[in-house]
């Protein structure tokens, strides 16, 4: 991780991504695919352990230092997750 990269907790994440405003927990047509956005919080950091945002306002899983793309369209990403880390 470099200084141009965010580290998100779950809390932090929950609000970066503010009820799926990323589209991250969509169908391949953008339409929502959950029943329950804590719940599609709990299983992303089940599987990863922690979100990073990188200035390209990339989207990745990051789990014993290994990065998974999640998405490479979050639009503002990194602007939003920096407001949300100062705020905090």
Same mark, same amino acid.
């Given at each position: ?20 405003q990323? *589209? ?9 695919? &959950? ?18 945002v ?18 490479? *369209?979050?639009?503002?990403? &990194? ?10």
């Open positions: 991780m470099n200084n141009r990269e965010i580290k998100l907790s779950k809390m932090q994440f929950k609000l970066f991504n503010n009820d799926d990323f *589209q991250l927990f969509c169908d391949d047509e953008g339409m929502p695919d &959950y029943d329950d956005f804590d719940e599609e919080v709990e299983k992303l950091y089940s599987k990863y352990d922690y979100v990073l990188t200035e390209k306002n990339y989207v990745y899983g990051v789990k014993n230092n290994k990065r998974e793309e999640i998405s490479d *369209q979050a639009y503002d990403g &990194y602007q939003i997750a920096n407001e949300i880390i100062l705020d905090l």
